[in-house]
């Protein structure tokens, strides 16, 4: 089992995050949590491609521009 990428969101930058996990095709979760640890969004990758995302009640396309549009200070998962 591969041990899970994590790190913080101010230091990576989430579009350079999301670069980085298309251009090596991974598959999973990443789970965008604030810095008291509640979770503010996921996203589902599936070889590198994004196949669904959620912030708050948003959904899709919408959640997605939403999170990018509107950077958190917080932490990944992946």
Not at 8 to 18: E, R
Not at 22 to 50: E, I, P
């Amino acid at each position: 089992m591969t041990p899970p990428l994590s790190g913080d969101l101010d230091v990576f930058g989430l579009p350079t995050l999301l670069q980085s996990l298309a251009q090596s095709q991974a598959s999973g979760v990443l789970t965008l949590k604030d810095q008291h640890g509640a979770t503010l969004g996921a996203m589902v990758l599936s070889g590198g491609h994004l196949r669904a995302c959620r912030a708050g009640h948003l959904r899709g396309d919408i959640a997605f521009y939403q999170i990018l549009e509107r950077p958190i200070s917080g932490t990944f998962v992946f």
